[in-house]
């Protein structure tokens, strides 16, 4: 019998998410995916400086707190062909790398793990087989069996409070649940570890952007300047006690993914192998290319290279090109906007439209139209074709075009679990790519450091550039895009500016292009290709549906932000 399954809202993500599976008994049949909140942010930064964009576009995203901004910035330089200092260049990567870091494990931990931890059950563990448990796959300091015991009370004390707190939203005693309760308990100890290194961690944003989230950003290079002398930190200054800080806090993220996060993802998805082949999506993958090593514009420099992955087929590597009329587009002809040349065009970002025509059925949505119009996504798609973007990309694309790094940890963790590499192409393996990718950005970070000293030590103290500063000396018209690889995938923010004023601006973000909804020809995106044949323990608890999602770290637009024509703010809420 066919049924209509809603999950509204999916939660653990950041934003507002529908997905709606349509069932054949408790197989899924084809899913669709919904984002219910508009965005519009676009539409606030029309009119205004340029230099000002990152400051609005960097509040799309709450959990994003540094990517947006940043992508607002390079499509500024990009547009005035605006180079910035070496040392500027390299702080950039170091604050990207370290978001990656930061997101990574709390999204593992916070947002994820609860799909496969089961923590009511952790209560039956026996410490001393936990802490043996954990010895055996890693040699973290916290693992002894008091440690373990202590973590058990503390989730004792939540349980028979009849109040879960942060461990509320799960499906305890789901029978799709496979870990024993020792490997649980560890599971829930790193959870709450996690909460705390976090918040050590994000102390790097603050040392060389002022404070996080939404660190400050500048166009021309970076908002800090660097001090040799000690005892000289300040909001804008960075001296040597604050670099030194830097140093220690790379170590402190480097020792928790390599002796934590990547031993419990390798651990947990021991027990779930069969989810290595279920959610692989469109079998397309793609990668704008980051992390520059000689300036933004020289792309072989990157340490992630930019490319396309079409059917599988690593030993083929498609060229992307942000500029090109006809390689990205995004279409609305599924979505909640209007575009002046009817619902079936495809426009590229420099032409893009927001502009709304929604005319469907009040919220709550009992079903949606998935004939017509069902999500404030659009649908992007490069040459037609939908693409997955984020971790699972990336890596493939790092061991397509033979980094040896890359390569050695997805090969010794692939032939721990006794796996091909096509195993990658799966649910868990989006999972385990994230955290793949986590070890090697913390590592390069240690590379970028060491390079920011070198020049720090060699006199070079310069982290901006002044030259075009001065919009009386830029074209009457010009237009760029800022990209990056952001934590969740590829992120373009495309600008055009005329007389020294914004009249356009497009942001295609991750989440869109994997979360977007059908196109005219019908094809889904990757969300909704990679739920299709999931077949669901108990349709009332859809944990496998939460699963497949979460693999891919869904980030929907988090708040609307508003100001009046004039910038000043129109409503304060607070909370007493």
């Known amino acids: 019998m066919s049924t209509r399954l809603v999950v509204d809202p999916v939660t653990r993500i950041e934003g507002h998410l529908r997905i709606e599976a349509q069932m054949d008994g408790n197989r899924i049949q084809s899913a669709y995916s919904s984002g219910t909140m508009v965005r519009g942010i676009e539409t606030i930064v029309r009119g205004r400086d340029p230099r000002d964009a990152w400051a609005f576009v960097q509040r799309i995203c709450g959990v994003c707190t540094l990517v947006h901004g940043l992508a607002g910035v390079r499509a500024v330089e990009d547009a005035l062909d605006y180079p910035i200092p070496p040392n500027a260049e390299?702080?950039?990567?170091?604050?990207?790398?370290?978001?990656?870091?930061?997101?990574?494990?709390?999204?593992?931990?916070?947002?994820?793990?609860?799909?496969?931890?089961?923590?009511?059950?952790?209560?039956?563990?026996?410490?001393?087989?936990?802490?043996?448990?954990?010895?055996?796959?890693?040699?973290?300091?916290?693992?002894?069996?008091?440690?373990?015991?202590?973590?058990q009370q503390k989730l004792k004390g939540f349980v028979e409070s009849g109040q879960l707190g942060i461990f509320a939203?799960?499906?305890?005693?789901?029978?799709?649940?496979?870990?024993?309760?020792?490997?649980?308990?560890?599971?829930?100890?790193?959870?709450?570890?996690?909460?705390?290194?976090?918040?050590?961690?994000?102390?790097?944003?603050?040392?060389?952007?002022?404070?996080?989230?939404?660190?400050?950003?500048?166009?021309?290079?970076?908002?800090?300047?660097?001090?040799?002398?000690?005892?000289?930190?300040?909001?804008?200054?960075?001296?040597?006690?604050?670099?030194?800080?830097?140093?220690?806090?790379?170590?402190?993220?480097?020792?928790?993914?390599?002796?934590?996060?990547?031993?419990?993802?390798?651990?947990?998805?021991?027990?779930?192998?069969?989810?290595?082949?279920?959610?692989?999506?469109?079998?397309?993958?793609?990668?704008?290319?980051?992390?520059?090593?000689?300036?933004?514009?020289?792309?072989?420099?990157?340490?992630?290279?930019?490319?396309?992955?079409?059917?599988?087929?690593?030993?083929?590597?498609r060229e992307v090109d942000l500029n090109a009329e006809g390689e990205i587009q995004e279409f609305v002809s599924r979505s909640w906007y209007a575009y002046g040349g009817g619902k079936d065009a495809g426009l590229h970002p420099y032409a893009g439209e927001t502009d709304f025509d929604y005319t469907g059925p009040e919220p709550p949505y009992q079903q949606l139209d998935v004939d017509g119009q069902y999500s404030w996504l659009k649908s992007p798609r490069w040459r037609g074709r939908p693409v997955e973007v984020g971790p699972l990309a990336r890596v493939l694309m790092l061991y397509a075009t033979g980094h040896e790094r890359t390569r050695e940890l997805a090969d010794a963790t692939l032939a721990s679990l006794d796996l091909p590499l096509d195993a990658l192409y799966s649910t868990m393996g989006r999972t385990a790519a994230r955290a793949l990718e986590t070890q090697i950005m913390v590592e390069a970070m240690d590379g970028w450091f060491d390079r920011l000293l070198a020049n720090i030590r060699g006199g070079d103290l310069r982290t901006f550039n002044e030259t075009l500063w001065d919009p009386s000396t830029w074209p009457s018209t010009a237009r760029g895009v800022g990209h990056l690889e952001a934590p969740r995938g590829a992120l373009g923010h495309w600008i055009v500016i005329e007389d020294g004023?914004?009249?356009?601006?497009?942001?295609?973000?991750?989440?869109?292009?994997?979360?977007?909804?059908?196109?005219?020809?019908g094809q889904p995106g990757p969300y909704e290709a990679a739920l299709q044949g999931h077949d669901l323990a108990d349709v009332d608890q859809p944990l496998e549906i939460l699963r497949t999602v979460h693999s891919f770290d869904p980030c929907i637009a988090c708040a609307v932000h508003l100001t009046d024509p004039d910038g000043e703010e129109v409503l304060r809420i607070r909370a007493r």
């Open 169 to 317: 939203n799960g499906y305890w005693g789901h029978p799709a649940y496979r870990l024993p309760p020792e490997a649980n308990l560890m599971a829930v100890a790193h959870y709450l570890e996690a909460l705390a290194w976090q918040r050590e961690v994000a102390q790097l944003h603050a040392i060389f952007g002022g404070k996080n989230p939404h660190p400050n950003l500048v166009v021309g290079g970076v908002p800090c300047a660097i001090s040799i002398d000690s005892g000289n930190q300040s909001g804008t200054a960075v001296d040597m006690v604050g670099l030194e800080r830097v140093r220690s806090l790379i170590a402190e993220m480097h020792a928790f993914v390599e002796q934590v996060y990547l031993p419990d993802t390798v651990a947990i998805a021991g027990f779930y192998k069969d989810w290595f082949q279920m959610g692989e999506g469109v079998g397309n993958f793609m990668c704008y290319g980051d992390f520059p090593a000689n300036g933004f514009g020289d792309r072989s420099s990157y340490l992630v290279p930019g490319g396309v992955i079409l059917d599988r087929n690593l030993s083929d590597i």
């Open 501 to 521: 004023r914004t009249a356009n601006y497009q942001a295609v973000v991750p989440s869109t292009w994997n979360a977007g909804p059908r196109d005219a020809g």
């Open 90 to 151: 390299l702080i950039r990567n170091l604050m990207v790398a370290a978001q990656y870091v930061h997101d990574h494990v709390m999204h593992f931990y916070h947002l994820h793990a609860l799909d496969w931890v089961d923590v009511v059950s952790a209560l039956s563990a026996d410490p001393k087989a936990t802490s043996e448990l954990a010895q055996s796959i890693s040699r973290h300091s916290k693992s002894s069996p008091g440690y373990f015991a202590d973590v």
